[in-house]
């Protein structure tokens, strides 16, 4: 196998584990935990998916994951819950272009589109991933929805201003991006080129969503709940943590770089928002070094 391949196979291998998260997070017994993507499921080998009415099944995955990895069943949970609440914000706010970076097997131009028909998806990744999905979409929906708008692309190789000229694509209109779990994965350079596009090259008011990791988590010099654990399986899987931000340096770092920080939700912020119970209890906590970040172009 190419270096190229391994590596391919690595990326489709955590974009898959994500969905296969969301995909059991989505049958929590309850309702006030589980998360909406009721098309995770759909990605996964039938027998890997989640049984539906099956808690005992939900908690045993819920449980390994927790037990290898602290943290990573309820973040990737709670940030499902979060993105999905932040763009629904967005749809009524009037945002009507979305932009997936870096988009593996999420489902939202899916779930989203059909009470949003007039929203225009832009979905972005690299070429091979991408059309594994698309026939995975085919499958599912018998053809490609026409509110989407696949673009194949390395953000390694080419600029991310291909965007521009992508079918449909308005660029006098404020677009929000979401930027899912990938960024802490990328060089500084790669970090800094989709930023200063997002804020140089689209509409003022365009937004982007991103998660990412503390400067101290990707050094190995902090202390994070399940940090040490999460670090030492990057490693091991080959996909090593390239990029951080430090603490309490995202406002600065956002607006020097063109934005406005709306929030940050660490993982205080997302268990108190997604992960109280019906008996108004914590449900779990989440992973110690995760930060979600809003910000708006100036
Ligand atoms: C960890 S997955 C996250 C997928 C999805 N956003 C989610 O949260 O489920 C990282 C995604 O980034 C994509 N990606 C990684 N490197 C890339 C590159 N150089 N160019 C384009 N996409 C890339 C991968 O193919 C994959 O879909």
């Known amino acids: 196998m190419t270096d190229y391949a391994k590596s391919l196979e690595k990326l489709k291998t955590s974009a898959l584990g994500a969905a296969m998260t969301r995909a059991f997070a989505a049958q929590e017994p309850d309702a006030g935990i589980r998360n909406g993507d009721s098309l995770a499921r ?22 390994q994951l927790e037990g290898a990895l602290p943290g990573a069943y309820h973040f990737q949970n709670a940030r499902t819950k979060h993105i999905d609440t932040r763009l629904e914000k967005a ?24 009470s949003a028909p007039d929203v225009r998806f832009f979905e972005v990744d690299l070429p091979e991933l991408q059309a594994e999905k698309k026939a995975k979409i085919t499958d599912i929906f018998g053809s490609l929805p026409t509110n989407v708008v696949y673009m194949p692309l390395d953000f390694n190789k080419e600029p991310l201003s291909r965007l521009l000229d992508a079918p449909g694509f308005d660029r006098s209109r404020p677009t929000f991006f979401n930027w899912e779990g990938v960024s802490y994965y990328l060089t500084a350079e790669g970090v800094e080129a989709t930023l200063a596009f997002v804020a140089n090259q689209c509409a003022a008011d365009s937004k982007i969503l991103f998660d990412y990791m503390p400067s101290a988590m990707v050094e190995g010099t902090g202390a994070y709940y399940g940090g040490a654990e999460s670090r ?42 997604y992960l109280i119970t019906g008996e108004g209890e914590r449900y779990g906590r989440v992973s110690g070094y995760v930060r979600i970040a809003e910000a708006r172009v100036l």
Do not use: W
């Open 91 to 114: 749809l009524a706010d009037g945002f009507r272009q979305v932009v997936m970076l870096g988009a593996g097997f999420d489902t939202r131009a899916y779930r989203f589109g059909e």
């Open 42 to 63: 759909e990605f996964l080998d039938p027998a890997a998916r989640p049984p539906k009415n099956d808690p005992d099944k939900i908690a045993a995955f819920r449980e």
């Open 232 to 273: 030492d399986y990057m490693a091991k899987f080959g996909e090593p943590l390239l990029f951080g931000i430090e603490d309490d340096a995202i406002d600065d770092f956002l607006q020097a770089r063109g934005f406005r920080l709306e929030s940050c939700f660490g993982p205080d912020d997302l268990e108190n928002a």
